[in-house]
T-cell receptor, first 108, second 114 residues
Framework: GIQVEQSPPDLILQEGANSTLRCNFS?????LQWFHQNPWGQLINLFY???GTKQNGRLSATTVATERYSLLYISSSQTTDSGVYFC??????????FGAGTILRVKS | NAGVTQTPKFQVLKTGQSMTLQCAQD?????MSWYRQDPGMGLRLIHY???????DQGEVPNGYNVSRSTTEDFPLRLLSAAPSQTSVYFC?????????????FGPGTRLTVL
């Protein structure tokens, strides 16, 4: 099955800093999503992005499908951005394989 | 819309007991799934369903049963709980059309098996 590798595993930022999270896939995927898990455990979908670039406020994501990776950019980070960021991918249908996540802590 | 709801929020079981985790969605999504989340391991797919009456196994199905009698509900049954099933369980749902399968998650059920 697909393997999903996320980096870095941990990240500490000062409020206002920018960051880039990366997700590599062992095989091609046509369903790729990014999620944020807040400190209370709730999982929120950030992007559905099997290819191309999308932006939503201070967050943007780019997927280069031919090279099997995706990047999540967080600009001007805020303490509310803290939590765990997961990417997940799948090959056809809705089944997703998740990475182990990136733990982000934003300090004020 | 309530979105995806799960009950209970917390549960403690003794080894060998059985129980059902409830999941419901009001978005008319065809696809529903159950994941478990263990520390440092991300989420792993237990079972999934692409519509009423259709279920299939995911990555870690052993010890769990599911059924899908309606579009809205997708309960997960633990047949004989084991300490290895201590985890946080998430239910998710989505449409099935390509480009429309953004997944939405419930708040989770934290299960402890003693």
């Amino acid at each position: 099955g697909i393997q999903v590798e996320q980096s870095p595993p941990d990240l500490i930022l000062q409020e206002g800093a920018n960051s880039t999270l990366r997700c590599n896939f062992s095989d091609s995927v046509n369903n790729l999503q990014w999620f944020h898990q807040n400190p209370w455990g709730q999982l929120i979908n950030l992007f559905y992005i099997p290819s191309g670039t999308k932006q939503n406020g201070r967050l943007s994501a780019t997927t280069v499908a031919t090279e099997r990776y995706s990047l999540l950019y967080i600009s001007s980070s805020q303490t509310t951005d803290s939590g765990v960021y997961f990417c997940a991918g799948g090959q056809g249908g809705n089944k997703l394989v998740f990475g182990a996540g990136t733990i982000l802590r934003v300090k004020s | 819309n309530a979105g995806v709801t799960q009950t209970p929020k917390f549960q403690v079981l003794k080894t060998g007991q059985s129980m059902t985790l409830q999941c419901a969605q009001d978005m008319n999504h065809e696809y529903m799934s159950w994941y478990r989340q263990d520390p440092g391991m991300g989420l792993r797919l237990i079972h999934y369903s692409v519509g009423a009456g259709i279920t299939d196994q995911g990555e870690v199905p052993n010890g769990y049963n599911v059924s899908r009698s309606t579009t809205e509900d997708f309960p997960l049954r633990l047949l004989s709980a084991a300490p290895s099933q201590t985890s946080v369980y998430f239910c998710a749902s989505s449409y099935t059309g390509t480009g429309w399968n953004t997944q939405y998650f419930g708040p989770g059920t934290r299960l402890t098996v003693l």
